[in-house]
């Protein structure tokens, strides 16, 4: 077959889009400030750990903040967000003060969840953040409810969830879009895929690696996003958000990113090389907004450093309050419990 050989009146010039036209200092320096101190608060939580100050799982969403921040700065301060075990980024990222994150982590009376839930189970109603969940896709069926309370009650408030790309295995996850999409119910699913189920690739584990092609069963509006680039997090948020408060119903939204550090505290990683995790670092989202800053000059040197200040304040004085906080009293453990009190069997428990 003949090939027609291109000529170079042929070619069109590339076009280039510039992706921070949108986007000015204001939110560039937020971004910036607010993955620093969840960068920094995970450095210190991983040391923390490791010198034994607290128990329990820990699993860290470092490489993962421009998710987090780019959901936020998108969304309405009454919007609803839930996500999984990974979850000491968002209520950050919404504004949850760290002191009483650390506090959790340590398991003392002060912390967002009364030191009951620790690691995985931090909780901020005041943020509209409705928690961490340790089981794997718990939160997908329970998002969807969130939302569906929502536009029961008419209020134009979305919900969004996290999960993995190891938890859209989850048959619940189903269910809930069939129901999500028959009643158009306000939700945006977010697969933050780090490509790892534990040590489970996504190539090992489906022959369909375009998670984004789920929704299309349900026939589910659904896209693959850029999760390095908080711009590109920002306005696949904006527009799922906008479609949902129409009242056009959930999105899909595979995000692509990565974890730098291993699933958990203890993961040898040798699923995965050092030059893999090299060349996401390469295209790390506190650079690239620190690079866009330098770039348009918006803040010194000195500006620069000041941030750099007020985060490590802040982490250090999370840890100071989270030492100086008392653990829960004994009888706690029986507070904030849900207890049917008409409950017919093993009545001895509620006496
Ligand atoms: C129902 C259930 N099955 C298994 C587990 C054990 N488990 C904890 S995390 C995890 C991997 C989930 O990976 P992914 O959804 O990709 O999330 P990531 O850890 O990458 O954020 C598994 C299998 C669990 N917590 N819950
Ligand atoms: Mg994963």
Redesign the pocket.
């Known amino acids: 077959m003949a090939t027609k050989e291109a000529k170079a009146s042929d070619k069109k010039p590339i076009k280039t889009v510039d992706k921070t036209a949108k986007f000015g200092k204001e939110t560039y320096v937020k971004w910036y400030r607010d993955m620093l101190l969840i960068r920094k608060f995970e450095e210190k939580t991983g040391q923390l750990y490791i010198q034994q100050k607290f128990g329990g799982f820990c ?1 860290l969403y470092i490489g993962q903040e421009a998710i987090a921040v780019g959901t936020a700065s998108a969304c309405r301060p009454t919007d609803k967000h839930m996500t ?3 979850d000491h980024a968002h209520p950050i990222a919404l504004g949850t003060d760290p002191r009483v994150l650390m506090a959790e982590l340590y398991g003392r009376s002060t912390g967002c969840s009364k030191g009951k839930g620790g690691s995985m189970h931090f909780f901020d109603k005041s943020k509209n953040f409705m928690g961490g969940h ?4 718990a939160q997908i069926p329970m998002g969807a409810g969130v939302a569906f309370a929502e536009m029961y009650n008419g209020t134009e408030n979305v919900a969004f969830v996290s ?5 859209v295995r ?1 048959g619940a996850l189903h269910e809930t879009f069939n129901m999500a999409m028959l009643w158009k119910i306000p939700v945006i699913f977010i697969i ?1 895929n ?1 490509n ?3 040590g489970t690739s996504v190539e090992r584990t489906t022959n369909v690696t375009d998670l984004s092609k789920i929704g299309l069963s349900y026939e589910m509006p659904s896209k693959i996003v850029n999760g390095m680039s908080p711009e590109d997090v920002h306005n696949a948020i904006e527009e799922a958000a906008n479609r949902a408060r129409r009242g056009d119903g959930p999105t899909l939204l595979d995000i692509r990113t990565y ?1 730098y550090k291993g ?1 958990s505290m203890s993961d040898p990683q040798k699923y995965r090389s050092k030059e893999e995790v090299n060349q996401w670092m390469e295209k790390d989202p506190i650079e690239h907004c620190l690079d866009v800053i330098t770039k348009n000059k918006w803040l010194s040197k000195k500006e620069v450093e000041e941030i750099e200040a007020w985060v490590k304040k802040e982490v250090d004085e999370s840890v100071e309050f989270a030492e100086n906080s008392p653990y829960p009293e004994a009888h706690e453990i029986y507070e904030d419990v849900y207890t049917q009190q008409d409950y017919p069997y093993i009545k001895e428990y509620l006496a």
Do not use: L
């Open positions: 699993h999984a075990y990974r340790g089981i794997v896709g999960m993995g790309d190891g938890a989850q933050e780090n790892y189920a534990m974890r699933h």
